[in-house]
């Protein structure tokens, strides 16, 4: 357990009170810990347990999170896939809604909510690099969730933003997140809409000069990546001029990078892979297959 203390003591002291995974059990790298994940959103910190039960009681860890000063509550969660999470407050107090910070833009996360708080944190890798190379672009965000890509495309320059995501829910809190970043509303557009059945909508409303695509790893009835991701692949030359950049990604350890370059070779065969954006660093992973796939890919021809 004191590895567990070590990597949260570690972790808070470089957060400067933004988001950040405090353990990551599940990299591998922890042995007889890979149940265990530790995220921070200040001020609560959220205890993940990926078992029907808790292993290992925890008592220490909550008692060490609770001395450190900037923590106010901590949360504990229950999740697996394929099964109902359960949340509760184990220690202090935690709002159900929280506005966080990652590199300084504003994201709004519900701490207490089961499997997602609104906020994936391994993507931040992905993210910055949006922000640094949306500068006049027309970007697409499929599967948009709460728009955390947009609000990172908007930050570096976007000339616009179209978001898609089946929920609605999870659009309208996209636009309060536009909101907290003081971002103009006119430039961002929201679609309501299942993808696979949609793509005259999505079309219209282009070229796109960068694409995201960062659907869920596995969500039966409405995406699954072994069928469905050749289904977008293979619309990027609809979607896309020329030295148009897509940004593709992948979160199932069950899947290497190798399954996400081989479809698109299959299907998009003129997008040239440019690199794979580098794990972040509170995400260390014993084996990176295992971790969040993140591919930078260009259009030939520009």
């Known amino acids: 357990m004191q590895r567990v203390v070590d990597s949260i003591s570690e972790q808070l002291a470089r957060s400067s009170n933004e988001v ?5 059990g599940r990299g591998g790298l ?24 808790v292993p290992t009681p925890l008592d220490a860890v909550v008692e060490h999170l609770m001395a450190q000063p900037q923590v106010m509550g901590v949360v504990l969660q229950l999740r697996g896939r394929g099964r ?24 709004q996360v519900r701490p207490l909510q089961n499997q997602n708080s609104g906020l994936f944190l391994d993507m931040r890798p992905g993210r910055a690099w949006v922000r640094e190379n ?24 976007a000339h616009s933003v179209v978001n898609l995501d089946m929920s609605s829910g999870a659009l309208s ?12 509303a006119d430039a961002v557009s929201y679609m309501a809409l299942d993808l696979l059945r949609s793509w005259s909508r999505v079309r219209r409303q282009g070229p796109y000069d960068l694409i ?22 293979r619309r990027l030359d609809q979607l896309t001029l020329p030295g148009s950049w897509v940004l593709a990604c992948h979160n199932d350890p069950g899947h290497s990078e190798t399954f ?3 479809i698109m070779v299959g299907e998009a065969p003129g997008f040239e892979f440019q690199q794979r954006l580098p794990l972040a660093e509170d995400f260390p992973e014993r084996d990176a297959e295992q971790g969040l796939k993140a591919l930078l890919y260009r259009r030939s021809g520009a």
């Open 260 to 262: 996400l370059r081989e």
């Open 173 to 184: 809190i996209g636009r309060r997140n536009h909101q907290h970043n003081g971002m103009a």
């Open 212 to 233: 995201i695509i960062d659907p869920p790893s596995f969500q039966p009835g409405s995406f699954v990546a072994e069928r469905d991701y050749r289904k977008v692949l």
């Open 134 to 157: 949306a500068s006049g672009a027309r970007v697409l965000n499929l599967f948009a969730y709460t728009c955390a890509f947009s609000i990172a495309a908007m930050a570096g320059g």
């Open 30 to 53: 922890f042995e007889g810990f890979d149940w265990l994940v530790i995220d921070w959103l200040p001020p609560v910190a959220v205890i993940r347990v990926y078992a029907p039960e």
């Open 20 to 24: 950040r995974r405090l353990f990551h």
């Open 84 to 107: 109902e999470a359960r949340s509760e407050v184990v220690a202090g107090e935690v709002a159900e809604t929280l506005i966080v910070e990652e590199l300084g833009l504003r994201y």
